[in-house]
């Protein structure tokens, strides 16, 4: 830990190498931006030349808050580079994008800008320090001095002398001053204020709640519907029929047969409805041997083929492997009932703290999020999980899928 004048002598020094570099860094900056909008029709330069600029501007920013919280010791958290949640061709370049969506670059750029701005002043207030120091050796070279920086003209040495001790003291004051405002701009821009951080993640996670409410309602709503327009009224079927059965057991046994017949096929009838419900609900082969063996097991159900690729090479929480598998079953279910799909792609496989997962059908697509709908509740479920859920689905197809859910959600 540096004291407070030790971390202000380190300012100042600091403080004049910016303003020298400042018109220089502002010149090479509009150049490049220049550059970038000039060669945007190119062949796509400008594109590539905006995108690079954001990566430098996101080091820029990086080398602000090292060179200031080693400065003045303050606790400033570690920005991490942006990372594309996309699995397609395009992640490259969605990850370069996306340093010019990051708040902190542009802090970080906004305050190495207005420290240049302190730096120039502060190369002013040096030269007069410098100016005033010089001054003082007036009585040494006769009666009088020429005042020739600031257009004085000649002037008896006693007076250039007790000029020369104002500059000092101005110029000593200046330069301080701006250090001391460096210091507090520092702290106010790249320290995250604690208060707004607690209330911004309360709001977060009451976002949070809410969806997995509504993907809860979702899908009991869903349960109910599925019990009473399927289920429920075939099953109240199979009882009417076994006492009608049951009435003519003695007088038309043959008859009786019959009915006893038909309960049976809609028994059977009954209990495949039961089961494509139950398979709304977590399986256990889920829990027991995780996402890719349940995975695994719902394709082996499916009557579309499939071509699946995961990589887990581990277990994970069970919040993040049952909203994984519900986003591809849903995705699977989407697919066979309303696109008309005749094959369907699945990757799946963990990087940097999530797992992801790209969905492809070769479907009809114009699939489209309803409010109450299945996509509704699925993105409900991967949103309140801390995921992300994006679909494409233009009409004549394909429906792609892209979906992130946080390894320990």
Same mark, same amino acid.
């Given at each position: 830990?540096?004291?407070?004048?030790?971390?202000?002598?380190?300012?100042?020094?600091?403080?004049?190498?910016?303003?020298?570099?400042?018109?220089?860094?502002?010149?090479?900056?509009?150049?490049?931006?220049?550059?970038?909008?000039?060669?945007?029709?190119?062949?796509?330069?400008?594109?590539?030349?905006?995108?690079?600029?954001?990566?430098?501007?996101?080091?820029?920013?990086?080398?602000?808050?090292?060179?200031?919280?080693?400065?003045?010791?303050?606790?400033?958290? &570690?920005?991490?580079?942006?990372? /594309?949640?996309?699995?397609?061709?395009?992640?490259?370049?969605?990850?370069?994008?996306?340093?010019?969506?990051?708040?902190?670059?542009?802090?970080?750029?906004?305050?190495?800008?207005?420290? /240049?701005?302190?730096?120039?002043?502060?190369?002013?207030?040096?030269?007069?320090?410098?100016?005033?120091?010089?001054?003082?050796?007036?009585?040494?070279?006769? =009666?009088?001095?020429?005042?020739?920086?600031?257009?004085?003209?000649?002037?008896?040495?006693?007076?250039?002398?007790?000029?020369?001790?104002?500059?000092?003291?101005?110029?000593?004051?200046?330069?301080?001053?701006?250090?001391?405002?460096?210091?507090?701009?520092?702290?106010?821009?790249?320290?995250?204020?604690?208060?707004?951080?607690?209330? /911004?993640?309360? !709001?977060?996670?009451?976002?949070?709640?809410?969806?997995?409410?509504?993907?809860?309602?979702?899908? &009991?709503?869903?349960?109910?519907?599925?019990?009473?327009?399927?289920?429920?009224? &075939?099953?109240?079927?199979?009882?009417?029929?076994?006492?009608?059965?049951?009435?003519?057991?003695?007088?038309?046994?043959?008859?009786?047969?019959?009915?006893?017949?038909?309960?049976?096929?809609?028994?059977?009838?009954?209990?495949?409805?039961?089961?494509?419900?139950?398979?709304?609900?977590? =399986?256990?082969?889920?829990?027991?041997?995780?996402?890719?063996?349940?995975?695994?097991?719902?394709?082996?159900?499916?009557?579309?083929?499939?071509?699946?690729?995961?990589?887990?090479?581990?277990?994970?929480?069970? !919040?993040?492997?049952?909203?994984?598998?519900?986003?591809?079953?849903?995705?699977?279910?989407?697919?066979?009932?309303?696109?008309?799909?005749?094959?369907?792609?699945?990757?799946?496989?963990?990087?940097?703290?999530?797992?992801?997962?790209?969905?492809?059908?070769?479907?009809?697509?114009?699939?489209?999020?309803?409010?109450?709908?299945?996509?509704?509740?699925?993105?409900? &479920?991967?949103?309140?999980?801390?995921?992300?859920?994006?679909? /494409?689905?233009?009409?004549?197809?394909?429906?792609?899928?892209?979906?992130?859910? =946080?390894?320990?959600?």
């Amino acid at each position: 830990m540096k004291s407070k004048a030790l971390q202000i002598v380190a300012a100042i020094p600091q403080l004049v190498l910016y303003g020298i570099l400042a018109l220089p860094m502002f010149g090479l900056f509009v150049a490049t931006v220049a550059t970038g909008m000039g060669l945007m029709f190119v062949f796509l330069i400008g594109i590539v030349v905006f995108a690079l600029l954001g990566v430098v501007m996101y080091l820029l920013a990086r080398f602000e808050e090292a060179r200031a919280g080693w400065t003045f010791d303050l606790d400033i958290p &570690r920005h991490e580079f942006r990372q /594309s949640p996309r699995t397609d061709g395009w992640k490259f370049f969605h990850t370069l994008a996306l340093q010019w969506a990051d708040s902190r670059t542009w802090i970080g750029i906004l305050h190495g800008a207005v420290v /240049s701005l302190l730096g120039l002043i502060a190369v002013f207030a040096l030269h007069w320090l410098a100016t005033g120091i010089a001054w003082l050796f007036a009585p040494l070279q006769g =009666p009088t001095y020429v005042l020739g920086d600031f257009w004085l003209g000649e002037q008896p040495s006693w007076l250039a002398l007790l000029l020369g001790l104002a500059l000092i003291v101005i110029g000593a004051i200046v330069i301080v001053s701006l250090a001391f405002a460096h210091r507090a701009l520092s702290k106010q821009l790249l320290v995250p204020n604690r208060e707004a951080e607690l209330q /911004s993640e309360a !709001r977060v996670q009451s976002q949070h709640r809410q969806q997995a409410i509504s993907a809860a309602d979702i899908e &009991r709503a869903r349960i109910e519907r599925d019990l009473h327009d399927g289920v429920q009224p &075939r099953l109240v079927a199979v009882g009417m029929t076994l006492g009608m059965a049951k009435r003519k057991l003695k007088t038309d046994p043959e008859r009786a047969s019959e009915l006893i017949d038909e309960a049976h096929e809609s028994t059977m009838v009954a209990v495949t409805e039961l089961r494509q419900l139950v398979r709304g609900f977590q =399986p256990a082969v889920l829990q027991d041997r995780g996402l890719d063996a349940a995975l695994s097991a719902l394709i082996g159900r499916s009557a579309i083929p499939v071509d699946i690729q995961v990589n887990l090479p581990n277990r994970y929480s069970d !919040r993040a492997e049952a909203t994984m598998y519900f986003a591809v079953a849903e995705a699977m279910t989407n697919a066979a009932k309303h696109a008309g799909a005749t094959h369907i792609l699945v990757r799946i496989h963990e990087e940097n703290g999530y797992l992801f997962a790209h969905i492809e059908d070769n479907g009809r697509g114009g699939a489209n999020r309803s409010p109450g709908g299945g996509i509704d509740g699925v993105m409900n &479920r991967v949103t309140a999980a801390g995921g992300t859920y994006n679909f /494409s689905s233009p009409e004549g197809g394909p429906t792609v899928i892209e979906v992130t859910v =946080p390894c320990a959600s």
